[in-house]
């Protein structure tokens, strides 16, 4: 009887060899052949699963965004059913998901930038990149309206300028504690965020 | 009379060339071969002044640190000589020295990003990297410590955590502006720098 093979779960098999040759030797070192021997096949079957280098990326990155996105949203849902009491708590959870804070974040940010970098030179990158980003900046906006409406936020805010702000400093924390952890060590990247989100609110 | 070069200014403009292809196409693509194309000279002569392609990105690298953080110094120097009523004004030209709000800006913060991430899997630049990020810090929590000596800071401001926070945010926000121009156009950087140091003040 020929060996079953699920083709979904090839696919994703490669590309979390992908993320594994990204995360440790940069997006230049994610060739066929070298992602082919991360994920212990040969470069034929990857060919088969992707038309060719290309398309393997874009479905990574594609892949990693979901994945990011979808963690994102389940603590969106929970903030937006938690009582008032919780709140607070759990909007900082939803924001120290994309911070590097421990080995399975940490390579999602270095993924993450890697691609955001990576695809700034090449077009067919661009569109997720860019979708990507807008959909953060959404996401973190919805947050702070939800605050608003309930009073949390400071009277002055104005949640576009806000929005970026917050977006713009967890980049910035996650480059710096990814590239820098001396630096910027977990604890000052906690206390950063928890100061910043003390002064948004009244 | 054969012709007269002067080192210096010839290494110059290898550097020059490099930065030029980084900025248009990425790291990678800033090979000897590209390089010498880029500068107009032969790939000979690139060697008769670096070594290798290694020598010529750290030295690149060191360029590119000494040109921002020397004209950043200035700005400092500037801020600390002025009277109390342009103090605020100066403060905000030298954190903007370090945002693409400019050609000469972005092509800086372009090279600047690649090579950081770079340095992230290439050891021989990680030491110039991490050394320009605590320079930057260095020299923010300078301009913070001084406006907290003059009482232009809220009392409740935590240096350390301050100084992390508007490195972040300034790194974020040059990532966001120069990947994602029409999400972060420049009137909204200008806008949360403004914001974020309006609420720095007591």
Redesign the interface.
Known sequence: MPKIVDPTARRAEVVDATFAVIA???F??ATLQQVADRAGINIGSVRHYFSGHGELLEFAMASMIERVSGRLQSHVDAVVTADQAQRAELTVKLLEELLPLDDRRRLEV?VW??F???????PQLAEL??KS??GT?RLIGHVLSSMQQRGALRGDA?I???T??L??????????A???P???PRT?VR??LS??LR?LRP
């Open positions: 440790e030797s940069g230049a070192a270095a930038l890697e955001s970098i990576a695809a700034r030179t090449r990149a860019t980003a807008a900046r104005d576009t300028v806000e970026e702000r977006c713009s400093l967890i980049d910035g924390l996650s480059m710096g990814l590239l820098h001396r630096t910027v000052r206390a950063v100061a910043h002064q």
